[in-house]
């Protein structure tokens, strides 16, 4: 069966790529590994939510593999979550792995995750309906029979066969915990040594995470470095418990509950520490998209100082931000949905458009790539 990295349009614009940084290579990062006369430049990269998109990311990542470029800590909201795990766990960083992703996610059956009840199961698919009309009307007929469904489990579909899948496909390449997931967080490449410097590199964050959105104490959760606030051993978590958090799309799946917060100990210190929360821990936590809170959280990996690495971010469709009529319900709701998701990243990244750097770090900040492939 062809891929969608066997296609010849794709294939033209690969060799492309290889032919463009073959004789003008982009020097994007001070971190870099010479292996048979190929030097890869590392990165981190920080990849945006976006629903059913989620195979533009995989293009994004193709590409800059086809430029041997390769990341060190990876970050992602939702879909940008699901994206970042699998990448992660797909083997040694200096592989690509961009051919891999596209053969997983390509073979992902978007209508195996609406798992719902009858009525919910309609409902769900009329998301994706282009007649308007006829989308409004089994809208109000399914969400009559779906209310019971949303206002007991607040969403309509369980989310249980998205968790299983990311389960699967994390079984089938040897990843059963986060412990067998930190053995490749920790390696570092061997060879890794600093452009201008020619120094060994022994020392970087190699992080993984994922955002996702504690809607009963308004949190906002960094997994796995936040972890320990939900489970006692953390360790031996299956890392889809992360994701499964973080793709919790509000009302299309029920929230993604933890119980037993209370119980676990020295549980009241972690929260103090990681999570800045004081308060009277619950029972049981649930969780809704990571977007919620942080869409694109390009800050994730910021640094203090000269970052040898710079951030790259993969965002998703058109983002010129412009001004939206609000004369009707639904434009109202929707913007309102949007401004919630997005502010905190705009923030940031206004912040650092207008902090004064030296040449250098203006440079590589400017290497925070809003690249669309």
Known sequence: ???????????????????????????????????????????????????????????????????NIRFLGMAGSSVGAIVALLTYSLGERTEAKGEKLASIIGEMNLGDMI???????????????????????????????????LLKKLGLN???????????????????????LN????????????????????????????????????????????????????DEINPADFVRASASIPLFFQPFTVSGISQLIASGDKWK????????????????????????????FIRHGVPRAPTFGARLGNKNRSAKDLEKFTQYASRVFNSMRHYADYDFILKIRFTKFSSRIYRLALTIGLILI
């Not at 369980?158 to 986060?178: A, T």
């Not at 061997?190 to 009963?216: F, M, N, P, Q, S």
């Open 183 to 234: 053995k490749l967080i920790d390696a570092l490449p061997e060879g890794l040594i600093h452009r201008e410097t020619g120094r060994k590199i022994v020392d970087y964050d190699t992080a993984l995470r994922i955002v996702a959105a504690d809607i009963t104490t308004s949190t906002k959760v960094v997994f796995p470095d936040m972890a320990a606030m939900y489970w006692q051993e953390p």
């Open 1 to 67: 069966m062809q891929t969608l990295t066997d296609r010849p349009d794709i294939i033209a614009i690969t060799d492309k790529i290889r032919d463009r940084t073959a004789n003008d290579p982009y020097l994007v990062s001070d971190v870099i590994l010479r292996e048979d006369g190929c030097e890869y430049q590392f990165v981190d990269l920080v990849m945006e939510g976006g629903g059913t998109l989620g195979i533009a990311l995989v293009g994004y990542i193709h590409a800059l593999e086809q430029a």
């Open 115 to 149: 798992d719902g009840k009858a009525s919910a199961r309609r409902l769900s698919k009329l998301f994706g309906d282009n007649d308007a009309k006829l989308r409004f009307l089994r809208g109000v007929i399914n969400a009559l029979l779906s209310l019971p469904l």
């Open 273 to 300: 520490q990681l999570g800045s929360f004081t308060g009277t821990l619950p029972e049981k936590v649930s969780f809704t998209d990571g977007g919620m809170f942080s869409n694109f959280p390009i800050d994730l």
């Open 158 to 180: 369980p989310g249980d066969e998205l968790y299983k899948w990311i389960s699967d496909r994390l079984n089938e390449i040897g990843i059963h915990s986060q412990a067998d």
